[in-house]
T-cell receptor
Framework: GQQLNQSPQSMFIQEGEDVSMNCTSS?????WLWYKQDPGEGPVLLIA?????ELTSNGRLTAQFGITRKDSFLNISASIPSDVGIYFC????????????FGTGTRLKVLA | EAQVTQNPRYLITVTGKKLTVTCSQN?????MSWYRQDPGLGLRQIYY???????DKGDVPEGYKVSRKEKRNFPLILESPSPNQTSLYFC??????????FGPGTRLTVT
């Protein structure tokens, strides 16, 4: 089945630094979504992307839908301690069902 | 207030004792889904429902049942739980299969 691979798996950064992470698939996705999960809570939707090449921002977060439709990128600018958490890419698969697939996650730790 | 509620939030049970985890939403969403989250394996979809009386298997449906008799409720049933079903479970809803809104999670331990 379709899979989403995220990199890096985890990262430590200093407060104030910019962060980049990406999500790749071996097959095409028509929609890419980015979620953040805080410890002990359910994932929360950050950004949704619906069109190849689309660039969308939500505050300090910017995400892009790759032109090949096989990847997506999330950038966080000027990171702050509350950015700590796990970031997941996700999307409905494109094999004719309505299954929903999550990436492997990127764990972000911000050092104050 | 728009919300997805799950009950119970924590459950410790024994092998073979049937249990149900409830999920309810007040957003009139069509799509509802169950996921399990395990360390190193991320979130995996168990079952989903596109609408009342319409359910389908996700990637890890074995050992689980669901039903969608009303739009707002989507219970997850474990007829005979086993220790490998110890996990953190999330219910999620959405107007479609795109943007999902998650409940707070149910931590299940099967001994």
């Amino acid at each position: 089945g379709q899979q989403l691979n995220q990199s890096p798996q985890s990262m430590f950064i200093q407060e104030g630094e910019d962060v980049s992470m990406n999500c790749t698939s071996s097959s095409i996705f028509n929609t890419w979504l980015w979620y953040k999960q805080d410890p002990g809570e359910g994932p929360v939707l950050l950004i949704a992307l619906y069109k190849a090449g689309e660039l969308t921002s939500n505050g300090r977060l910017t995400a892009q839908f790759g032109i090949t439709r096989k990847d997506s990128f999330l950038n966080i600018s000027a990171s702050i301690p509350s950015d700590v958490g796990i970031y997941f890419c996700a999307g409905p698969n494109t094999s004719g069902t309505y299954k929903y697939i999550f990436g492997t996650g990127t764990r972000l730790k911000v050092l104050a | 207030e728009a919300q997805v509620t799950q009950n119970p939030r924590y459950l410790i049970t024994v092998t073979g004792k049937k249990l149900t985890v409830t999920c309810s939403q007040n957003m009139n969403h069509e799509y509802m889904s169950w996921y399990r989250q395990d360390p190193g394996l991320g979130l995996r979809q168990i079952y989903y429902s596109m609408n009342v009386e319409v359910t389908d298997k996700g990637d890890v449906p074995e050992g689980y049942k669901v039903s969608r008799k009303e739009k707002r409720n989507f219970p997850l049933i474990l007829e005979s739980p086993s220790p490998n079903q110890t996990s953190l479970y999330f219910c999620a809803t959405g107007q479609s299969s795109y943007e999902q809104y998650f409940g707070p999670g149910t931590r299940l331990t099967v001994t």
